[in-house]
């Protein structure tokens, strides 16, 4: 029975097993209706599932499967498909554990965690991956919110083993800068044993990635770019979308959007911390749009560190708390 971290999230997925192997995709699936005119896909993200073949991630995108921007709770009702395919991936085993994370609004105020738990536990799902079908069962659960798992990431490996020099991360505070969500976590120490400070964690909603290309989208006049040709073309295109007639750089509307998001983030963080910001000497920024948001929050909190592996981090981190207990 092997255990594997998913970090579902709005916008993309990121997996991780014991072994330190790997996967990041967007956030979108498309079911396989196509007639396979030149034969069966070899591509990784095409599965299988109770019967029902999907394509997932960018093959879902390149098969013209639009994202659900505007809705989260879509999100949750295809995470057994986005599980099935990291399943068939990342593990040998037919029965797994897994880890996954939650926004932190939706761990702690609407009790998401406990629902997952409840839904996925035992559950049995069929599979059939790359020809190969398997018959795969969930037989644990974890859930975590999001940003802790950052923080343990810090203090142990995946195998739950103390790092070194981990002592010093002890007190810390992150900023996860997720799809849709940013989440704030604080940890300290009391009597020797680690303490979420819940008066000092939260959610923003709607302050994710997803407003720098919402913006650029508004801001492309007459322009007629979806959101998904947008977010391709930063992602795959180093900013430039192209069309018949020209290419165009988005790159100066997106360090904009970048500009105003940060501001925002920073005026929110500083009106539900009230100072208690201050108070650590260890803050980290970690999530997909970290390294661009790096330099203007670096701005306002001179401490800021950029989380190392701010993609993996979380995943990891779960399994790490995962071993540690």
Known sequence: MEYISIDIGNGY???????????????????????????????????????????????????????????????NADTLLYIALCASILSKDDEINLCLGLPYSYYVEMKKGTQLIESLTNKTFETKYKQEKRTITISRVSVYPQGVGAYFNNLYDMLGMPRKGAEKYIKSLFIDLGYRTVDVVAFEVVDNYFELIEENSFSLEELGTFRIVNYIVNNLNELEFNSDDVEYALRNNHGRIENMYDTIDLTELEATAYEELAEKIVTQINGRLSGQIQKYANVFLTGGGAEKLYPLLKEHYPNLKLQEDYIFCNAKGYLALKNTK
């Open 13 to 75: 997925v990121k997996a991780v097993n014991l072994k330190g192997d790997t996967l990041h995709f967007p956030t979108v699936l498309k079911e396989n209706r196509d007639k396979n005119i030149l034969g069966e896909a070899k591509s990784n993200y095409k599965i299988e599932v109770n019967g029902k073949s999907y394509y997932i991630g960018n093959l879902a995108i390149a098969k013209r499967a639009v994202r659900r921007w505007q809705n989260t709770k879509a999100v």
